[in-house]
């Protein structure tokens, strides 16, 4: 009865604000090149950028300690939902996989204007 959603839901939303943004992975370029798209680039600093790969069944909200951390070493948090799961959408592409998947992060972290990220993830 004390449990207050509301208020753990203002907390994740201010740690975790949310993006949505489109990657295009038919150019095999893509991946050679960096990106930046200002409307998808949260602000940058020194922290570590870290590209977070939940496993199934999880979510983002795994790394909301590392996105609320204010001691060194600080990190980007990036932590896409896997297309087709959570607050993602599904890929239209038949045969969408697992390596697309991995190439469309990488385009997200370029995009984003990351060269050279650290990755961690977990299941797949």
């Not at 949310?18 to 150019?27: E, G, K």
């Not at 020194?46 to 590392?66: K, N, R």
């Not at 990036?78 to 998947?101: K, Q, Y």
Request: hydrophobic letters at 35%; one cysteine or more.
């Amino acid at each position: 009865d004390k449990y207050d959603w509301r208020a753990q839901e203002d907390r994740l939303n201010a740690a975790l604000p949310q993006f949505r943004t489109t990657v295009d992975i038919s150019d095999p370029n893509a991946r050679r090149r960096p990106h930046h798209d200002e409307e998808a680039a949260p602000g940058k600093s020194d922290a570590v950028p870290l590209l977070f790969c939940h496993g199934w069944p999880g979510s983002f909200i795994e790394v909301a300690p590392l996105a609320e951390r204010k001691s060194a070493p600080r990190f980007h948090v990036v932590a896409p939902s896997i297309p087709g799961f959570g607050f993602s959408d599904a890929s239209v592409e038949e045969g969408f996989g697992l390596r697309e998947t991995a190439r469309t992060f990488d385009g997200l972290m370029r995009k984003l204007g990351y060269e050279r990220y650290v990755a961690h993830g977990t299941g797949w």
